[in-house]
Every structure is written in C-alpha cells, then in structure tokens.
C-alpha cells in the first residue's frame, strides 16, 4: 500500500500552502490525511503543484462509490470534487452537454431531461456517483450495447497534470477532430494520470418508447444461442444482458422504439424465442438494477470479467459451479458474485479467460490474503509504466491504485 510519511515541517508548509489556495474552511486532517475541496480547475491545478512540489500522494474522491476498487492507496491528501459540481454549458441543439467532475449522475441526467436528452449511460450507483469518478473508472452498463462505451460519448475534457498544468482535450462538438485523444487515456486510468475536473459528453434524445422482457431457462445453453440470435436480429433491441442466480438463468431484453412499433418487435421477439423453445415474458425495470445487486454482497468476492458474447453462457454455467451469481452485459462484460470458498478458483477462472483473450479483475475482495486485483498484461505493461513515468513522474496521483502497481 503506498504512502507518504512527510515530516512535521514539511506537513506544516504544505498545509500554509494549501490554506491560502483554498481557504481553511475547506482544509482539514482526516485520519492522519489532509482533505481538500477545490471550487474551480485553477485551484486543483494549485493544489497538484503544491502536491508535486512536496511529493505528497493525492486520492481524488467523487462520490466515494468506487474507493475500493484497484490495489488499496495510502494518501497524503485526499482531493474532493463535491465544489467542483456544476452543468456548466447544456447546447441542446447540437445535443453536447460540459459538465463538471463532482456533478452527480443523477442529477445532471435530470437536468438534461428538462430538453428530452440524456447522456446515454447506466452507470452504478447514479445517485451518488459523480462523472469525474465513472469517466475514471470507466464504468458503464447495459446501454453500452446500443450506444457504445463511455469513451465514445466523451468528446471532451479538461484535467489538471501532477505538475499543476491544465490540459484541454477535444471539444465541445461531436464532430472536433483537433488536438489528441487525451481523454480516451484519461478514461478508466483510475486518476492515475491526472485530475479530471470538467467532461464535455455527447447527447442522446430519451427513448419514447421502452418495454423489457425476461426468457427464463433452466439450463443457460438455450439463452446462450438466444443472445447471439438477438444480436444478429433487426430488433431494436436498447439493452441486453444474461443473469444466473440460484434458481436458474435469466436473458433481459429491452427495447426501445416508436409506440406504432414496439408491438410489432415484441412479436418478433417472441418468435426468436420459440425458435429455441424458450417464451419472452413481460418483465420491469428493476431487472437492470441487478448488476448494482451484486456489488452490495460485502461478504463475497465481486469479479469484472470480459469475454467474447459466445463465450458468455460457458463463463456463466462456470461461475454457477463455483456457487456464485452473475449479471454480464452482452458486448461481454460480467459482474459475477463468488463465496469466500471459491477463492482458490479465481486465479484459474483468471487463467480461463486469458486464454481466450477475456480478462479478470477483482473489485471486491473480503479476506485479508493478498491477491493480484489484475493481472499485468505483459505485451503493454512497459507502455503504461511509461505513460505514468512521463505524466506523473513524482507518482502522486493514487499512486499504486493501477494494475501492475502503476
């Protein structure tokens, strides 16, 4: 767990530097760390150059939803977003929203619906996840499906480097082209590489029109064929995903499309249903709240595994084996729930996956022995040290927090 353990003197002059940068109503020691809650992307950018000068480690906190996920960090300052929580700019005729980091989920959605439009992603946990924490993470859910991954709805970005430097990526338009892809690195680097502070996404209009359905199967196999069936079909199909719980195994299906039609799709997928003898029910909304389900069981490992959507039923039935639950999304990304008994199976469940070019990463681990979050892809393991050595080479920013200790 790395740390920094600064003397006396050097804590004193870093908190003087510190308190005139943002006031001390906003600076505080919270259990042997400094807390810090910048109001605007010049004072985090004061506030890494102090940072950087001193060689004092910085967690940038959110909503605080994702804290655990990656290897454990030992701060010296903890950088908080909340004052950094604003709809900057909605240009709802080019449908493009710029929005800051510490803005909740929910709430820049809802303020986006006022003009019928939403930022087409379902992040966990919307209610208190903020977009600085999902761009970091790179989190997503079932929407991905229809309307890509984050990154392709990022079409801009500002970030504060560890020196202090404001870096601006991208645009405020979909189709900017000028200036590197900055933003794609930044996304899913775990604050690793910088600070973001403000995000310019690109909109989508609301669905009129959405109804799900859920195939239910003893055996997964079926709902296997049946998930690629769909994926091939002309359905305007929204979000697709395949659970196993205890009692069996489930295929979700959402669509989303005119009223005059959405009989006429639900008619069609009933009939690819029956052409593998399985029925198409009726089903609500909170079947797509399922993969949130599984990362509040805090007595079990929580996995992330990716795969290709054929293998999807096979990873399924094995995760089943081992006694644990799974939700995967069908581009091929699964949260999967395992007992503490089954922890002797991750690191061969891991090797499964390499093997067919999936990959396995850890978000939730309830015992105290020590296990790789991820494993270290060798081929590109140099090229991220690298990236971190020339962006943040002090290593303040959650230093660690990355696979293979980055």
Sequence with gaps: MPSTMP???????????????SGLEHLRVDGGAFTIAPASTEEVAAVLHCANKSGFSVVPIGGGTKQSWGNPVRPSLLLH???????????????TCTVEAGCVWSSMQASLAKHGQFVAL??????????????????????RLRYG???DLIIGMTIVLADGTIARSGGKVVKNVAGYDLHKLMTGAFGTLGVITEITLRLHSIP??????????????PLGK??????????????????STN?????????????EVIHDQ????????????????????????????????????????????????????????????????AVGIMTATLPIAASSQLEPLREKLEAIHGSLTILRNPVNTTMPVSSSPEDTLPLMRELKQRFDPNRILNPGRFLGGI
């Design 226 to 243: 049946l998930l690629l069936k769909l994926l091939d079909s002309h359905l305007s199909t929204q979000s697709l995903q395949l659970r």
């Design 208 to 221: 009129r029109h959405m109804q799900s359905f859920t195939i239910s199967s003893p055996d997964v196999e």
């Design 122 to 143: 379902d992040p966990l946990w919307p209610e208190h996840s903020t977009i600085g924490g999902i761009a970091a993470t790179n989190d997503s859910g079932s929407l």
């Design 149 to 151: 991954s984050l990154r």
């Design 7 to 21: 003397d006396s003197t050097s804590l004193q002059t870093f908190a003087d530097d510190l308190a005139a940068i």
């Design 247 to 259: 009692s069996g195994f489930y295929l979700d299906v959402r669509l989303a499309t005119l009223p």
């Design 266 to 329: 639900a008619n069609s997928l009933s009939q690819i249903a029956q052409s593998v003898q399985l029925e198409a029910c009726n089903s609500d909304s909170d079947v797509w709240n399922a993969r949130q389900q599984h990362l509040d069981w805090p007595e079990h490992f929580v996995v992330k595994a990716t795969m290709l959507p054929s293998d999807i039923s096979r990873l399924t039935a094995t995760i089943r084996a081992l006694g644990g639950t799974s939700v995967t999304q």
């Design 81 to 95: 977003t909340h004052r950094l929580s604003t709809l900057r700019e909605h240009t709802w005729q080019d449908m």
